[in-house]
């Protein structure tokens, strides 16, 4: 079998961290994209990646380019195109700045890769994989963003250091939109199926969620633009997933069609992903106040997605 192709959105810091996991997991073949004015800065860091590649023995080719032509029938894609945050900036202040790059994109994508999966990674997140699917017509099963795994990631690591256990054996889940009201899970939260309750008192716990849900402004504010390392992380352990037909369940941002009671856009939930994309929705039982958090996070998701609705 030829190499699997895989196709990155944005050479930036996010763009770069993922064509360096994608090689080194030996996923496939990488084109790192970007526009006109930065195709030299992508085939600049392909090609460091290609020369670091020889360490560990990564056969994977990496190509830099601003030609659509070189994504021609991608099998995944990673979207990062857009501006990052900067300190003192919600997600939602990006909407009408990245709206018109998500929709170049889409158009793009349409044309040149029909039978990607797409994962997109760029914000405000869940209005531009509303977007991007409107755009392009794929099937829901084949677009997702990329939330849940990174926001249940940073819960999961913040368990882990408060709890004094490994990171390994939390089990940690992050329902809703990747915003401020964001849902994760105190039902759900075990550490190899013992309750977390048992491990961390209700003050710290609390604590913990809302450092959760400020976690990518928290690294803004640290670094003066938004995190990489994670993300990029995370969006791989997606890709991965639907290319090694994995059924992982995982959190991501999943177009809802009566699930949870909510139908028409897209929100973080448990999926299954393997070689078919999004697979499945898994629908857990939320406590009462879990519901009533989902209601507000969805709110939140559904004013940002009128708001994209409005510009058409």
Not at 22 to 38: E, F, H, P, R
Not at 100 to 108: D, K, S
Not at 133 to 142: A, C, E, I, P, Q
Not at 157 to 171: C, M, N, P, T, Y
Request: aromatic share 6%.
């Amino acid at each position: 079998m030829k190499r699997k192709k895989i196709g990155l959105i944005g050479a930036g810091n996010i763009g770069g961290e993922l064509a360096n996991l994608a090689v080194t997991k030996q996923l496939g073949d990488v084109v790192l994209y970007d526009i006109a004015a930065k195709e030299d800065f992508a085939k600049g860091k392909a090609l460091d990646l290609e020369q670091g590649s020889t360490q560990s023995g990564a056969d994977s080719r990496v190509i830099g380019s601003s030609n659509w032509e070189d994504l021609a029938g991608a099998d995944v894609l990673i979207i990062t195109a857009g501006v990052p945050r900067k300190p003192g900036q919600s997600r939602d202040d990006l909407v009408g700045i990245n709206l018109p790059i998500i929709r170049n994109v889409a158009e793009n994508a349409k044309k040149y890769c029909p039978g990607a999966f797409s994962i997109i990674v760029s914000n405000p997140l869940d209005a531009m994989v509303y977007e991007y699917h409107r755009v392009t017509g794929f099937d829901k099963s084949m677009v997702s963003g990329m939330a849940g795994v990174l926001d249940s990631a940073r819960f999961s690591l913040f368990l882990a250091r408060e709890a004094g256990q490994s990171v390994k054996d939390i089990r940690a889940t992050v329902l809703g939109g990747h915003g401020d009201d964001m849902v994760p899970v105190l039902s759900h939260t075990t550490v190899n199926g013992v309750p977390i309750t048992q491990f961390i008192a209700k003050d710290k716990l609390d604590a913990i969620i809302a450092r959760t849900r400020n976690g990518g402004g928290e690294i803004v504010k640290l670094m003066g633009t938004s995190a990489y390392y994670a993300p990029a992380a995370s969006a791989i352990t997606m890709a991965e997933a639907y290319l090694n037909d994995e059924k992982r369940l995982l959190p991501a941002a999943a177009y809802l069609d009566g699930q949870y009671g909510y139908s028409g856009f897209f929100i973080g939930v448990p999926t299954i992903i393997g070689g078919g994309g999004i697979e499945k929705i898994i629908e857990l039982s939320l406590t009462e106040e879990e519901k009533v958090a989902l209601q507000k996070s969805v709110d939140s998701v559904q004013g940002v997605v009128d708001v994209v609705k409005k510009s058409i």
